[in-house]
């Protein structure tokens, strides 16, 4: 008998099956609308300027050649706490803030979930839903119990269902616009999560896995600096993959913060030897792009206004997509932000939309605003009602100009 026979198969992962399915969908006219690489309007993947001219400038200049510390380059977790804690909270929390570099914002959180699960001997995490569903993975293959709140618009039924929570449980929350559903919380809402991790003794773990793509980048890290401020100890896991256009390259960060000095240290200590004993240091081309991006004043600047145009063609997507697919107007008021649009489709429709047009959405309904782009915009709408409501949309410059 082989000892194969034996193998335990976990449920195949999502993401993994669409990109198998899509890379032998052989139709030219298929559209991904899975992942939230951002595509210009022609279709192309997009590299913001910023980063191919700090790219361009690291080519030129001499190689290095050397292993990084498990924790990463200096330069890089140095940047990335100013720009996750803003300076005036680095300033305050210096010698409570540790940030280690982590292979991407998946890598980020693994780290988190890990130093919470074997260092603090954390037991049991609760995720939001609809949230990303490698969340629930990343814990489970952490060691961790999960337990589900509803992230939906009223931020006080969250409120209600945490208040199950036990002391030293751990909270996921998104700090910027949450995927999938594009909402953003206010300082108001922030202020009540913090005040409810602090009474019962939660730890808060944000995952901030795209600063800047929401409402800007200090905007998007107000709900990690309001819970800094009010949160004796929290965890950070940022991910550098969509906000500097650096998907391949695997960049991200945790970072944590303590309510005294000694902890921070021990803490990194405990985060060096997990990251040694999984791949033991990370990669630094992708670190040193956000680092260099970071630390020079005007590539910074040239960064914002590339990151300014991204959401600004975001919302232009948005506002086009919702208008064509929408009968009624949109539920709510609530603004949307972020890289995604949660459709209310049904599984069959989601199934449609796949064999019979080669349009590929989650399972969630959720789709992606960053692969769409001018060309497929349009179309995509138009086969998305086709199958939803069996009619057309009016095409959207007629009704603009109608
Ligand atoms: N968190 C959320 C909410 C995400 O959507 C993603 C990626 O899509 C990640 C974390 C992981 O980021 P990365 O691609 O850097 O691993």
């Known amino acids: 008998m082989s000892i194969f026979e034996r193998m335990i198969c976990r449920e195949k992962d999502e993401m993994n099956c669409l990109n198998r399915s899509i890379r032998l969908d052989r139709r030219l006219s298929k559209c991904d609308l899975t992942s939230g690489v951002f595509h210009d309007e022609d279709g192309i993947p997009y590299i913001l300027p910023a980063v191919i001219e700090c790219r361009q400038r690291l080519l030129t200049g001499c190689l290095k050649s050397r292993y990084l510390a498990p924790e990463g380059m200096a330069d890089f977790n140095a940047a ?13 929390f210096y010698a409570q803030l540790v940030t280690l570099q982590a292979p991407g914002g998946t890598g980020a959180l693994r780290l988190a979930f890990d130093f919470y699960a074997s260092s603090l001997q954390g037991k049991r995490l609760w995720i939001g839903t609809p949230g990303w569903s490698n969340h629930q993975q990343i814990a489970v293959a952490a060691g961790m119990n999960t337990v589900n709140f509803s992230q939906g618009l009223n931020v006080n039924e969250w409120l209600n269902e945490l208040e199950q929570a036990q002391p030293y449980d751990a909270v996921l929350l998104q700090a910027g616009a949450q995927n999938p559903t594009g909402v953003m919380l206010e300082a108001e809402d922030w202020n009540k999560i913090a005040e409810l991790c602090r009474r019962k003794q939660l730890l808060p773990i944000l995952d901030n896995a795209c600063q800047g793509g929401g409402k800007g980048v200090d905007k998007d890290a107000e709900g990690i600096r309001i819970m800094s401020l009010r949160c004796p100890e929290l965890i950070v896991a940022s991910s550098f993959s ?20 000694i902890f921070a240290n021990q803490a990194k200590e405990e985060l060096q030897t997990i990251i040694r004993t999984n791949y033991s240091s990370p990669a630094s081309f992708g670190a040193e792009i956000v680092a260099g991006i970071l630390n020079d004043p005007v590539l910074y600047q040239a960064w914002l206004s590339d990151l300014a145009k991204v959401r600004k063609t975001l919302a232009e997507r948005r506002n086009i997509v919702q208008s064509l697919l929408c009968r009624e107007s949109p539920k709510g008021t609530t603004p949307l932000y972020g890289l995604f649009l949660q459709l209310d489709l049904s599984p069959q429709v989601i199934f449609d939309l796949r064999e019979k047009e080669g349009i590929y959405l989650l399972n969630n309904g959720r789709l992606s605003l960053a692969a769409l782009c001018q060309q497929n915009i349009e179309d995509v709408a138009s086969k998305i009602n086709k199958w939803r409501f069996g009619r057309s949309p009016t095409p959207y410059l007629k009704q603009i100009n109608s």
């Not at 969509?242 to 000095?261: H, M």
């Open 242 to 261: 969509k906000n500097f256009t650096l998907y391949n390259e695997r960049v991200g960060a945790v970072s944590i913060k303590t309510s005294v000095p």
């Open 80 to 92: 990335a706490t100013k720009l996750v804690f803003g300076s005036e909270l680095v300033d305050v």
